[in-house]
């Protein structure tokens, strides 16, 4: 279990205080993925630096299970961190090393002797499918390749916690598909307990379990992702899940907000509804992603009028699809 | 041209070599773990402390502000005390010892400082001690950058050697000034001055070749 309590973190720089984590509490359950979800410069990477004391935060306590780590002894921190593995957007691997050298680094430093550390090594490499690439070097491999030797790395030491720093945001899609997949394969086997950070939904929706929603150093909302992807009470929820509304790619008008979050993507609920109901529906937008059968994202149909709305939602609530109704107008006035 | 001069140029040869070699491999023992302490101490380094590092880099910067021949005169006793002597190769060693080793220690500082950060961040992650990540981590990686600084070293302390050659040093700067400047011996002067060319042509060539063939970052 990691345990954050009244954390906060201060920059000073030379004319200016910056509060990037402001008394943050938080915490994440062995065994889950945890999502850390914000905009730019809202304090996701600070706050997940504090957890490995990265950055030694200006206030509050972070517990790893009984360990209290902001008081803990220089020797014992880096006997926790070792129990803490950490990967990052620009991955950060040794170029002058090869790739299992590479691997073999946080085992050999932890007093390993080389010939298991090889062992080992080889053993993480078959994890993340890269056993063809042992002697290559960090030069020589693509952006997954190299998201994929430094997981292989990170868990090298058996660590029981994974802290992922916007780790696929380097990654074209089907690279951070692949990536996700890889993490969540070493959650469910490995039992690693993963610590996830990014400004991309979708990365949430596809593997975390729960979710914290940041902004200015604030955590504004956390639960469970299909419920915050479902109705998002914070103003940063609400940006992050409806279409952006600066964007122009937002409708004007009232609609209806159908969520996909994790049905069978074989069933076609919108032809059914339109079959079934007998009622014609215009549809706003859509933006939906099949992830291995299931289905994820969202609908937006224009709001029909009293009556047909009152169907629709007799139908949906029927057949157990979400959906939300957004009044454009209502939004309008209250910005 | 006569076997007497060969001969002299030979040695001249010979002697620069042992200078320079024994100059850059002693300033380099003594300027890598300055180089190391300067970077480590400063602010956002991986053991700050301002107060030393403020203290080794005014050392540092003082000698560095010291024109070559004057410090060559100013230590005179220095060199006296340790070698015995002020004349000859082996006295020379000592004065650009001294000169040499502040500006190795900002070469290697320079080279250490072009680690990307993230690296060593990504190695105090896993848990490495401060001398883990000095000696896996910042050394190893800055390996290119640090052999590229080397050749840089070593012509720059064959430039001063043949200044320790007007007082008294040996090398081919002893002959270029002996025949060139007081005999007036124009040709031996020429010559002495083409084999120094072709020295550090040799060293700088070699240095980079074998800087770009261990460095893993260039793809082959
Ligand atoms: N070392 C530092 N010194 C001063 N200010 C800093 C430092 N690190 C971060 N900040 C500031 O703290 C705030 C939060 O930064 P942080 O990197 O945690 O944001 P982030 O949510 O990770 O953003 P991004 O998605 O762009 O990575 C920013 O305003 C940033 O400028
Ligand atoms: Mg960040």
Redesign the interface.
Known sequence: MIRLVDVSKEFKTKDTKIKAADRINLEIKDGEIFGIIGFSGAGKSTLVRCI?L?ERPTEGKVYLDDLELTSASKKEL?????N???I?Q?F???????VIENIC??L???GVRKKEALTRARQMLELVELTEKENS????LSGGQKQRV?IA??LA?NPKYL?CDEATSALDPLTTRNILELLETINKKLGVTIVVITHELKVVEQICDRVAVMSNGKIEEEGKVEEIFLSPKSETGRKLVLPDSNSGAAPTRDYLRIVFDGQSSFEPVFANLISELGIKLNILGANTEDIGGKAYGQLLIERPDESNVKKVRDYLDKTKVSFEEVFVSKEVISA | MNIKIINLLITGIGETFYMVVASTVISYILGIPLGVLVYATDKNGICQNSFVNRIVGLVINLVRSVPFLILLVAILPFTRAIVGTTIGSSASVVPLVVAATPFVARMVEASLKEVNHGVVEAAQAMGSTGWQIISKVLVPEAKPSLLVGMTIAFTTILGYSAMAGFVGGGGLGAIAVNYGYYRYQTKVMLITVALLVLIVQIFQEGGLKLASYIDKRIKR
Do not use: C
């Open positions: 490995n990265l880096l006997k926790a961190r070792r803490i593995g950490m990052f620009q950060n691997l040794l170029e002058q090393k090869s680094y946080p050999l430093i932890s070097y960090p030069s020589q430094a790395r990170a030491t802290l």
